[in-house]
């Protein structure tokens, strides 16, 4: 069974950074597209980035030059680096691993940005 632990949420202010991290467990990593979506109060949820098994990315027009996707097969993981944070990027922040027909998630991790 595919597991996916998010981790690296917090409290910063506008301006500042954090590194979210997702590890898999339970499956082959290399096989998944990996994604980070984000579910803000009262919003759907949405695509931030997602990363191929081979480093193909895909960013969100309000994120781009902002936040960087990468992965690292050798350790499971996929990383969101995310800079220069704003009060709009508000949200809990879900880990997706997808391949179909099979499409898991985590169980988020929450980034708060305010002064």
């Known amino acids: 069974q595919v597991q996916l632990v998010e981790s690296g949420g917090g409290l910063v202010q506008p301006g500042e950074s954090l590194r979210l991290s997702c590890i898999l467990s339970?499956?082959?990593?290399?096989?998944?597209?990996m994604g980070w979506y984000r579910q803000a109060p009262g919003k759907q949820r949405e695509l931030v980035a997602s990363?191929?098994?081979?480093?193909?990315?895909n960013y969100a027009d309000s994120v781009k030059d902002r936040f960087t996707i990468s992965r690292v097969n050798a350790k499971n993981t996929v990383y969101l680096q995310m800079n220069t944070l704003k009060p709009e990027d508000t949200a809990v922040y879900y880990c997706?691993?997808?391949?179909?027909?099979?499409?898991?998630w985590g169980q988020g991790t929450q980034v708060t940005v305010s002064s």
């Open positions: 339970g499956g082959f990593f290399m096989i998944y597209t």
């Open positions: 997706n691993a997808k391949n179909e027909p099979w499409d898991y």
């Open positions: 990363v191929t098994f081979s480093g193909s990315t």
